[in-house]
């Protein structure tokens, strides 16, 4: 057979099988086909003593390509492949370099030895599409290198640097000229009775401890589940029948509801990351950055800046604001020393990245300047004024703001086009999605710089539009509504944070009030001039939340949320003045009156283009809210649970309730009469913004 996908080499005894699939030699069918008649033809000639795949560009092998996952497979199946190379008598070595991820790992894993570049990466990531690896990974892996660390390796999708995969024992040597080794190392093979074998699966005691803990943080999603009884399989099945075993759980999860909503979101995520059609721009370079605010939040942004290896200034005008900012910083670098995930050299290299100002002029070598002070809009005017006389000109300045006007801000400067919401969510260190709010007149450059700047970060971005909220929080502003209306009518705290929990999120709305504090929503509720009455009237009994030890909870501990009979004392006051008559509630009631206004908004908020995307708004919700990624994101879930049944039950708790903002949004109407979902409003091009 004559292919240029895969082509056969000889270097002496050495067969040398080069994939060339541009752009990522995906594991298509037509590069299977090739790849099995070059291993064919290596096993069948006797001059042949040793194998080597290697590939042509900018890696080994990518994977199987995502969108292909929906189609039945043809052509020869990567794990009928993999075991033939697995089974092979001749050595087969893989010479890895660059993202070598998913299939691609597996293929490599199914070779007898592995040698890897410096700038090779090694995973599993078929968790983030709601799969486990299906061609032999879970129980190749976990011979490899161990039951547990297989376990943690692959329900983390984390990506193995070169030193990592050499320490773990992944691979067996790392070398600048791949090729050239993986062929010296087959030679070695070859004149050896035995190949290595590996570290072997360990105790199941240990494994089964492991699978216990990663299984209480699942909260619904099957794959993990799935992922722990394929590994399982290792400790007791050969080869053959646990590859069976896992290509029918494999086969079972990609046709399933959580597969195909979590390779949505895979896509959403990219699309999340682009300019929208029609607006070009060029990112500005970013060498260093200013943070001026040294609490909660501007302290976490300046650790992200700092994590990035990016110098950033921070600046705060308060002497003792800015020590405490700094310990508090220092105190978190020293919980990841003592985690494991950096070591105290890399805590300093961290801090040293951090200069700490308390005058503003400490800005001027900036390149992007993000405020991080009180939610004040005058201070914040004059901030931005103050920056735009003192920056160069082509510094972009940002706000953090979680809801002040973007263009109110943009137009105390003379630089409006370079104005841009930044909006972090807490703790900015650790939540990784990053609202991009474009003003009136951001321009291109400064999105793109934007969007430059949360790749640098590691966050995953989404432009939205300036209105009070913006869409995260404009939508959640209606959960909480309504959760706070469950409540006047007859439901307790822990009845509607339990529908929520069992929904797969990890908190309930009022554990997460209480855990932000009640003082903070309220500050928000006063500037944007509404009331929440059992919540004032919590806040004015000094019920602050976990940090005053009671709030709709109380907190004996300090974190377990104890359900307290003051606070249906407060509930049934404020029901009993409001004249609101209380009854009970299913929890599927709950789930529907918390989530379908959410889908209200979200449908309001495409219609006024201030998100160009419906999946933009599933992106929003499961990496900044908690929203279950198997679920798919809060839209995409609207689609699956029918937009006629929502129309439907809104008009339902409209008329029950009096609220006129719980009656379906014009767009949301429009849809369910048409039969239309959100994701054909999408694939038709007329949310795109």
Known sequence: MNSTTVT?????????LVIDNPPVNALSEHMRVALKDCLDRADSDDTIRAVVLAGEGRTLCAGADIRQFGAPPKGPLSPDIFMQIAAMKKPVVAAIHGPTLGGGFEMTLACHARVASPDAEMGLPELKLGLIPGAGGTYRLPRLIGAVPALDLIAS??????????????????????RAKAVDLARELADREQARSGAGLGAWADFDAAAKKR????????????????????????????QRAEQAMFQELRTGPQSAAMRHLFFAERAAGRLADGLAGTARPLRRAAVIGAGTMGGGIAMCFADAGLPVTLI??????????????RKNYEISVSRGRIDAAELEQRMALITPATALSAASGADIAIEAVFEDMALKRKLFAELDQLLPHHTVLATNTSSLDIDEMAAATKRPSQVVGLHFFSPANVMKLLEIVRGAETDGDTLATALMLSKCLGKQP????NCPGFVGNRILRQRHHQAELLLEQGASPQDVDRAVTDFGMAMGPFQMNDLAGLDVSALVRKSQGYQLP???????????????????????DGRTPIPDPAVDAVIANVAERLGVRQRSFSQDEIRERLFYPMVNEGARILEEGIAGRSSDIDVIYVHGYGFPAWRGGLMYWADAEGLGRIVAALKGFADETGESRLEPAPLLRRLAEAGESFADLQSNGKTEG
């Open 534 to 556: 059992v919540a004032d009237a919590l806040c004015a009994m000094g019920r602050l939340g976990q940090k005053t030890g009671k709030g709709y909870y109380r907190y004996e």
């Open 316 to 329: 705060d005008a308060s002497a003792d604001g800015l020590e405490a900012g700094l310990a508090r910083i």
């Open 8 to 16: 056969l080499t000889r270097d002496g005894e050495v067969a040398v």
């Open 462 to 465: 989404a432009i939205v539009g």
């Open 157 to 178: 999708s984390q990506r193995l640097s070169a030193a990592e995969a050499l320490e773990l024992g992944v691979i067996d040597a790392v070398a600048e000229d791949v």
């Open 215 to 242: 299984l209480r943080r699942a909260r619904g999603a099957q794959a993990p589940r799935v992922l722990v009884k394929a590994i399982g399989n290792a400790f007791d099945m050969e080869d053959t029948e646990a």
